[in-house]
């Protein structure tokens, strides 16, 4: 079987592991989390890291200290996760839906229209015209680690209304622009916060984790406040806030620690899946591979997972049996996930000019393209993609 994705662990991850069970550092206090949070900060540059069990809780964390909640709004596509979309009423507020554009990001276009036609600057801030709930923040996701331009392209849209702007890069360590506005950095740095993840199945893994990186001092400086519960004085028990109970454990900060190590290594081998792809499917009618496009941004995208839209017109059958069929041959598949506007907890939530967002969730197949894919398991499933469209030509 040739695996969507699988991790990979170099002979330090059992190292460090073993040396915080030698030394009894197991939890959020152990060396390996200052290890990883500057590796991390070194990377990306960004002046700040705070080390956190998930990605989940890092966005939670976040919109709380960019001061989202009861009764809130936050812009968000709805092609994206369901986990961006619950931490938003994890704190007590409520998603708007925004459409996405061809790279499947958040259409910056559209969200733009959604500020200027269908809100009203306040004196309290950006009002919803039609459910008079206050517009906090913008949650653009870099979808399949591609660079969204909204951090840039609603910039100065977001500062002349109060707005923050929160990356969700979970899937985007890597990824970074070279060229043109915001050139030299890195996804997770161009807005007010961004955060990362360290799941399973993501460029480096602890099994489970995130992060939080800014460069803003104040924010910075209360997620490593907040996240440990909130300690005045540690040895007499002060807590002057509510803090929480987020922080990331030593042994797992040790592997993804080690998984650093071997960033540059990751993206290589995600860079020669997105090439062989590109090249052996470039003729093929109905395959169109969906990568980073931007007026805004010339970005170095870290490709971490690979998707492709198929035409069902043009090449035979749908996504849905291109799947079933890859899957005998021996090759794991996942469809995208379901928008979240069609999602039970968030039926009755508000959208705004979904035109093309379910379009594209039917079309989209992702393949494999993990830190242990081969050029020669690319070229084994194009090769079946291949035969399969010829059949039916």
């Not at 161009?190 to 199945?201: E, K, P, R, T, Y």
């Amino acid at each position: 079987m040739i695996h969507l994705s699988k991790p990979k662990f170099n002979d330090n991850a059992y190292k460090y592991i073993k040396d915080c069970l030698d030394s009894s550092w197991v939890s959020y206090a152990g060396d390996y989390v200052s290890k990883l949070e500057n590796a991390v900060k070194d990377y990306t540059n960004a002046e700040y890291a705070i080390a956190l069990n998930g990605g989940t809780s890092a966005l939670m964390l976040a919109l709380h200290i960019a001061g989202v909640g009861h009764n809130d709004e936050v812009l968000v596509p709805s092609l994206t996760f369901i986990a961006t979309i619950n931490a938003i009423k994890h704190v007590g507020a409520e998603p708007v839906f925004m459409d996405c554009d061809n790279t499947l990001n958040i259409d910056s276009q559209k969200t733009m229209s959604f500020i200027e036609k269908e809100c009203t600057t306040t004196r309290l801030g950006l009002q919803n015209n039609r459910t008079g709930r206050l517009v906090k923040a913008i949650l653009p996701v870099h979808i399949f680690g591609n660079l969204s331009d909204a951090p840039i392209a609603l910039n100065k849209v977001a500062k002349e209304n109060g707005l923050r702007i929160i990356e969700d890069a979970a899937e985007a360590l890597g990824t970074w622009s070279y060229s043109g506005a915001g050139q030299g950095m890195h996804a997770g740095t161009f807005g007010d916060m961004g955060i990362l993840s360290f799941s399973f199945n993501k460029m480096i893994t602890a099994g489970g984790g995130g992060m939080i990186i800014t460069n803003n001092k104040e924010y910075g400086e209360k997620a490593k406040y907040l996240a440990l519960q909130a300690k005045d004085d540690a040895v007499n028990y002060v807590h002057n806030d509510v803090g929480y109970n987020l922080g990331l454990t030593n042994i797992a900060a040790a592997l993804a620690y080690s998984q650093m190590e071997d960033l540059g290594q990751f993206l290589t081998t995600h860079h020669t899946c997105w090439d062989t792809y590109k090249e052996e499917l470039k003729n093929t009618p109905g395959i169109e591979l969906i990568g980073p496009s931007s007026k805004y941004i010339k970005e170095e995208s870290n490709f971490w997972l690979i998707g492709i839209k198929v035409n069902k017109e043009k090449f035979g059958i749908d996504k849905n049996e291109l799947m079933r069929q890859l899957y005998v041959n021996g090759v794991q598949t996942r469809p995208l996930w379901i928008p979240s506007h069609l999602q039970m907890p968030y039926l009755k939530c508000q959208r705004y000019r979904l035109e093309k967002t379910e379009l594209i969730w039917k079309e989209t197949l992702c393949l494999p393209s993990g830190n242990t894919t081969t050029a020669e398991q690319c070229r084994e499933v194009a090769r079946i993609i291949n035969e399969l469209q010829k059949e039916r030509s």
